[in-house]
């Protein structure tokens, strides 16, 4: 029974003490590949691009029921005299717990994309659990461990059950891959696994179910009711030949870790910004959350060892058992005094465990962390199995790229609280979770926890933008002044679209064309080189327009809208005589400056402007135009009473009638005579009517006009009516006699016409009269 006890103790004792819990590094963003040890998903959206492990270990002692006196803790006094420790003796069950955790060199972590990350680690991973010990036993075992002999009190009883330990050193190759999976704005999402190739490097166990020890003389005890289960892996075994040989590469298996991570992000706009032409990058080098919630569950599975033919279930009492008749190995006294079932086989379970994270973002460098870790199983249920403790931690930390600190303050069943430290300043981590409570505090310590490490790693950085201008440095052609992506970081002051370098005009906004200066009327001439900004124009003319295309600008053309000759101011002359057409009253003619430029083509001493006959000559009173004589008898129109007949002068352009003629007209005239205030022809006018009749004939192209008058005696108005009846009548008269009523023109003056006085009856006789006058066609 002892050299089971000391076995345990033993292995605890000199088990490589390095790494496990990482406790105040675990909860930093810059834990790299530490990290993953707590949490898989932590690799994702991580402040490296790449970390590298060069060497790094973490271990952890603590138990209940001793304690380092505090002056030999701060005196770093660890020679493990147990005469020095100081004895608990609080009347509860004891236990100890023992972990290590190497990093091998080159395990390391690698930011693949902006949403993953893998990571490979090598790890040698060692764990002691004793637990169940009752106050009594733990007595028993230390007056054994003070003793060079087994020591039995006379008298001494004790009973124990479900007391057990374990212990188990297994090799790790770890491929993790991490990823997010969720970015939407204030809400964060990732997750991570990590698959682990184990190779058990050896383990043990012994599970105590039940056990009656007294005490009978000082070399004499009872066992009774013995029910032991218990084992030791075959490649930490000694021979047949008691020759001892490890064999390593044995016992492989398969182990998984499985994490997720939310983050919530309520300001995450102030988290992204732009860089060389992109929008919206995000702060890679920047924690973006203000609180985050982490889940793991870790160390799943567990590796199958044989068993060593030395080790095995133990049943059975022993009575009266003489301690001097112990002889020969543990395996031999077991089989001689109880039943003793050797080898077999057993699976050592991994130190399955959850983890629960709430990190809360106090300020901009000040976070606060609540980590419990919660071990699964154990007991009489899962005897073959180590685990961790459960714990509560409540770390305050500052964390910076290359400089952190963390004070973690924690909880378990074995050292009760501690206070302790973890430092992070550049490649170098250490701390330990329990020295600030024995070096500040005083306290005995009942556990002893350290990491150290060495690491290497490229943290994500803001591209470096000397002037601000959105432009990395490294891909600023000016470095040194404020510019745009568009020109490599050189600047466009004006914002044209034409760097400064090489704008004429840097601070006035114009077209690459005019190399960077302005042109207000878009007609190619840059505004300082325009004597005509405002207006389009023409390069030939220093930006000034010539509209009408005649060689001179405008500003300079007295005829802006026509074109026109430079002698004349740019106005035209199109007849040449050199009056421009604007002055011209005959622009198509060439003429007299003294007429306004307007000729005198028909010689008629009227210029053409004014004659209205300009191709024939003729009097001004005309207007310039000739007098006509459309019938030739030599008398113009404008004096011929007969135009389309010829005549002679002295009758006015018409012809003269024959004595005859002129006869037979006055006797029809003087003949006519009506009956009194009627319009009928009194019959003694009828012979020389007929007359007239037949001369009429004998001239058909003359016309007759026919004119009736009255005198003044009675109504004018039916005096009018009565010239006009008997002037009617007397065409009515000739048209029966066979001449055409077309040629008549039938007039009516009533007393309007008179030829004598009306105030006798001999005048009113002459007014009384119908007279005859012959009309030339």
């Known amino acids: 029974m002892k050299q089971i006890l000391l076995l345990l103790l033993l292995t605890a004792a000199y088990t490589p003490l390095l790494a496990q819990d990482w406790m105040g590094l675990h909860s930093s963003n810059y834990a790299g590949v530490q990290g993953i040890s707590l949490q898989p998903a932590s690799i994702a959206d991580s402040r490296y691009k790449f970390q590298m492990n060069l060497f790094s270990f973490n271990t952890t002692v603590s138990n209940n029921y001793y304690a380092i006196e505090n002056a030999d803790f701060r005196n770093l006094k660890f020679d493990f005299d147990f005469d020095e420790l100081i004895t608990l003796s609080k009347n509860k069950d004891r236990g100890a717990f023992l972990s290590s955790d190497v990093y091998a060199p080159l395990s390391f972590m690698l930011t693949t994309t902006p949403k993953s990350a893998i990571g490979i680690t090598v790890r040698s991973r060692s764990m002691v659990n004793i637990d169940g010990v009752s106050p009594e036993m733990a007595d028993f075992i230390d007056e054994q461990i003070d003793s060079d002999d087994f020591v039995i009190d006379p008298g001494q009883t004790f009973d124990v059950s479900n007391m057990y330990g374990e212990v188990h050193s297994w090799g790790e190759l770890g491929f993790t891959y991490a990823r997010i999976f969720m970015d939407q704005g204030t809400h964060f999402l990732k997750a991570g696994t990590t698959v682990k190739l184990m190779s058990g490097i050896g383990s043990g166990y012994v599970y105590v179910n039940n056990l009656n020890y007294s005490g009978l003389t000082d070399d004499r005890v009872d066992v009774a009711n013995l029910d032991v289960r218990s084992g030791y892996s075959d490649n930490i075994s000694p021979d047949d030949d008691n020759d001892f040989e490890y064999k390593l590469f044995q016992n492989f298996s ?20 732009s860089m060389d032409g992109a929008d919206g990058l995000i702060r890679r080098d920047k924690n973006k959350y203000k609180y985050k919630v982490g889940f793991s569950l870790l160390d799943l599975g567990g590796i199958k060892y044989n068993k060593s033919n030395d080790s095995g279930n133990v049943s059975g009492s022993a009575d009266d058992l003489d301690i001097n008749d112990l002889e020969g190995d543990l395996d031999e006294i077991l089989e001689d005094y109880f039943n003793f079932e050797r ?118 950085r803001k591209k470096k933008d000397k002037d601000m201008d959105g432009v990395s440095n490294k891909l600023d052609a000016c470095p040194q002044i404020a510019g745009v992506w568009e020109f490599k970081g050189c600047p466009d002051r004006d914002s044209d679209g034409t760097q400064d370098s090489e704008d004429i005009c ?23 080189d325009d004597s005509c900004p405002e207006v389009a124009g023409l390069p030939e003319f220093s930006g000034c327009p010539d509209q009408d295309g005649d060689g001179l600008p405008d500003k300079e053309d007295d005829c802006p809208e026509v074109a026109g000759l430079k002698m004349y101011n740019g106005c035209p002359d199109q007849d040449g005589d050199g009056i421009i057409d604007r002055d011209d009253l005959c622009p198509e003619l060439p003429g007299d400056k003294a007429k306004f ?148 023109s039938v007039l009516g003056f009533g007393q309007d016409s008179p030829i004598a006085t009306n105030a006798t009856a001999a005048g009113r006789k002459m007014n009384r009269r119908v007279e005859l006058e012959v009309i030339f066609k």
Not at 254 to 273: A, C, M, T
Not at 517 to 522: E, G, H
């Open 254 to 273: 398969v182990g998984l870790d499985l994490g997720v991570v939310y983050e919530f992000r309520p300001n995450i706009e102030s988290y992204k910004y």
């Open 343 to 460: 080898g077999g086989s057993y699976r050592m379970g991994l130190p399955t465990r959850m983890v629960g994270e709430f990190d809360y973002r106090v300020s901009n460098v000040f976070y606060l962390n609540f980590t419990t870790q919660l071990g699964l199983k154990g007991g009489s249920s899962d005897v073959e199995k180590t685990r961790y403790i459960s714990t509560l931690a409540l770390t305050p930390r500052l964390e910076g790229r290359s400089f952190g600190v963390a004070l973690p303050l924690s909880y378990d069943k074995f050292s009760s609280f501690n206070s302790g430290v973890s430092f992070r300043a550049g490649p170098l981590i250490v701390g330990s979770r329990d020295v600030v409570s024995a070096f500040v505090f005083g306290k005995d310590p009942r556990s002893v926890d350290l990491h150290f490490g060495l690491r290497f790693g490229i943290p994500f």
């Open 506 to 528: 840097p601070d006035l906004a114009g077209p690459q064309a005019l190399k960077g200066c302005p042109d207000m009327d878009a007609d190619g001439v840059a505004d300082k």
């Open 597 to 744: 430029g307007c000729p005198d083509s028909d010689g008629d001493g009227m210029f053409d402007n004014e004659d209205q006959c300009p191709k024939a000559a003729g009097p001004a009173e005309n207007n310039g135009c000739p007098y006509a004589d459309s019938d030739g008898d030599g008398v113009i129109d404008a004096e011929d009473e007969c135009v389309i007949v010829p005549g002679v002068p002295e009758n006015n352009g018409c012809p003269v009638l024959e004595e005859e003629e002129q006869e037979i007209l006055n006797t029809a005239f003087s003949n006519l005579e009506f009956e009194s205030g009627k319009a009928k022809i009194a019959t003694s006018s009828y012979s020389s009517l007929v007359e007239l009749a037949n001369l009429l004939k004998q001239k058909p192209d003359w016309k007759l006009q026919i004119s009736g008058h009255t005198d003044a005696v009675g109504n004018a108005q039916s005096n009018l009516k009565l010239s006009k009846a008997r002037a009617q009548a007397v065409a009515d008269f000739l048209t029966e006699q066979g001449i055409d009523r077309e040629r008549f």
